[in-house]
């Protein structure tokens, strides 16, 4: 259920927060930022969306959003990518400074997590900016948004960034139970989609509640939307507790809702929504799609849906992603998110806990910094993150290390693994749950789990010939030293 | 010639849509009644070309019905 707990914001975030309501607002202020650019150039939509969303997403800092409106054969037609595709975008929407480590990134996230009173605003339907059109009649996906492959071998054109709204088919009006999530879509027919789920995920059960009740689910796809929305639209919150109050909270200003046709509540101000309805049993065949372990998922029969209705604000954007080997937009998007609630739950039991960071593929790998209290304390510390809801799934890869060794900094966990690591502090855990796209499972599902302590030795351990570290120089002062010497290099003072 | 489906090879397709330059059909997109893929024509062969697209990709006497579930039907449809 929501709380009363509320953020509080530095005065750039709540400016920010305030400024930003809609993906139009943000990319307008990354491009202030010069953290958004139009592209020049005629395109095709395959392969050169792909190839140029790719090189966007390659720098990982301070890679730019990228605007399309010159896509041959759909004039008119504006895609946009790569929008949270850098931690430089992101820092800008939690108001900070472009360049702002990721560590710090993830301390901002930490400090902002938990708070969830709703912070909504209700907008008429006929004054919501995405009802300036509605298409009810001969729907086509096809033309009403410049669809195009991701990568080269996907099953067809997919929507990869929208958000899902639907309500719970047994509970309608309950507004905690209206889940919101970032599922993958594969456009069908010109007015039918496949939405991939698993039991699992919210919708999931909700397509599995309709089925087994008869009753309808109806689900609103948000395309384009408030920067807060999908970053927060991917993080687990419980069945009860609305995505809608998380993301409004978490960036500590009011998010504008309307009411679809169907009745679930949507963004006012996003660019599209596409309306539909659970065609009861029916399957379609669905993918392959190139997926974030960075390998195809396979070809399956996937829940189809029938479009009943489309609106869309004027000149609309169709926001995507690139997602496949990484590094990718969706490192990006999820990954700070990812790592808070395996650190949250972390800290409760082990105050010890500094940082964690599974960043990399939804956290397949995930590096925990710790004080060892005892010798061996680490291990311990690993055996609780497997048991997260997060690791139970996801956390194959885990490192252990100091409390004074940035997980951020790979330059510094490839210390720790160069010089804090013996053979025998390796211990893999055989046959355990694995999420099913990981192509290194031993079979769908199950596999292996590796954790590697990489801390440093305390007694009863053998210290080793020479056990007194330096005292590496590390904190506020030195990053202000750096900073210092960066606008000594751009010829400052 | 007549198009079919680069990658189960069946006939049955359908034109979703044309995209227009100057006046112009530009491109088209397809959509399988059978597999279910969708191209547009002026993709890359490695994904439109039967003998480019790699062997795994292809599903040419797949058998649609045997593929899995990822949420298996309650009942059957009517």
């Not at chain 1, 395309?223 to 809608?244: C, K, L, Q, R």
């Not at chain 1, 960071?357 to 995930?366: E, P, S």
Request: glycine share 8%; charged share 20%; with cysteine.
């Amino acid at each position: 259920m929501a709380t009363e707990k509320t953020v509080s914001l530095s005065a750039e975030a709540r400016a920010v927060a305030a400024r930003v309501g809609s993906l139009r607002d943000f990319l307008d202020y990354l491009g202030e930022h010069e953290q958004c650019v139009t592209w020049p150039d005629a395109i095709l939509p395959e392969p050169d969306i792909r190839n140029i969303s790719v090189a966007a997403g390659n720098n990982v800092s301070t890679g730019p959003a990228v605007i399309f409106d010159k896509i041959r054969g759909y004039p008119g037609k504006r895609v946009a990518v790569n929008v949270h595709g850098s931690f430089g975008n992101l820092a800008l929407l939690l108001g900070m400074s472009k360049t702002t480590p990721v560590r710090e990134l993830f301390f901002e996230i930490i400090r902002r997590w938990g708070s969830d009173k709703p912070l909504l605003e209700r907008v008429a339907p006929e004054k919501a900016p995405v009802n300036e059109n509605r298409v009810d009649k001969n729907i086509n996906l096809y033309d009403l948004l410049p669809l195009y492959r991701i990568n080269a071998n996907d099953g067809g054109f997919y929507i990869g960034k929208a958000c899902v709204v639907s309500r719970d088919p047994l509970e309608p009006d309950n507004f905690g139970k209206q889940n919101v999530g970032i599922y993958r879509i594969q456009v069908m027919g010109p007015d039918t989609f496949t939405l991939l789920s698993i039991p699992a995920h919210d919708m999931g059960r909700q397509m599995l509640m309709a089925e087994q009740h008869g009753k309808p689910l109806k689900v609103s796809v948000m395309i384009g939307n408030h920067p807060a929305m999908p970053m927060f639209a991917a993080t687990p919150v419980g069945y009860d507790e609305s995505e809608f109050a998380y993301a409004s909270q978490m960036m500590g200003a009011p998010l504008r809702l309307t009411t679809a046709v169907n009745g679930t509540d949507i963004l006012a101000d996003t660019e599209m929504v596409i309306e539909g309805e659970l065609q009861l049993n029916q399957r379609e065949v669905e993918g392959p799609f190139g997926e974030f372990p960075g390998s195809y998922s396979g070809v399956r029969k996937v829940p189809l849906f029938r479009v009943t209705s489309v609106s869309h604000r004027n000149n609309p954007i169709f926001e995507n992603i690139y997602i496949g080997k990484g590094w990718t937009e969706h490192d990006t998007l999820i990954g700070l998110n990812t790592s808070a609630p395996i650190y949250a739950q972390l800290k409760k039991d082990f105050p010890e806990v500094a940082a964690v960071n599974a960043l990399y593929q939804h956290g397949l790998t995930g590096i925990i910094s710790v004080k060892n209290r005892f010798s061996g304390f680490a291990k311990s510390v690993a055996m609780r993150a497997l048991g997260t809801p997060h690791g139970t799934m996801y956390l194959k890869n885990l490192i252990l290390v100091d409390e004074n060794v940035d997980p951020f900094d790979l330059n510094q966990v490839m210390w720790a693994l160069s010089t804090r690591t013996r053979a025998n502090d390796i211990i893999v855990i055989p046959n355990m749950p694995m999420v099913p796209i990981d192509p290194a499972a031993e079979v769908p599902g199950k596999g292996h789990r590796l954790i590697i302590d990489a801390t440093s030795f305390m007694a009863p351990d053998n210290l080793g010939a020479d056990p007194h570290l330096v005292d590496r120089p590390m904190g506020p002062e030195i990053d202000a030293l750096m900073q210092r010497l960066n606008e000594l290099q751009k010829g400052g003072a | 010639m007549k198009t079919i489906c680069p990658r189960c090879e069946s006939p049955g397709v359908t034109q979703m849509h044309a995209g227009m330059e100057n006046g112009q059909i530009l491109w088209r997109v397809w959509h399988c009644k059978d597999c279910a893929y969708t191209w547009r024509d002026s993709e890359p062969a490695e994904s439109i070309d039967p003998k480019v697209r790699p062997a795994w990709a292809q599903m040419k006497g797949v058998d649609i019905d045997s593929l899995r579930q990822v949420i298996p039907p309650a009942r059957k449809p009517t």
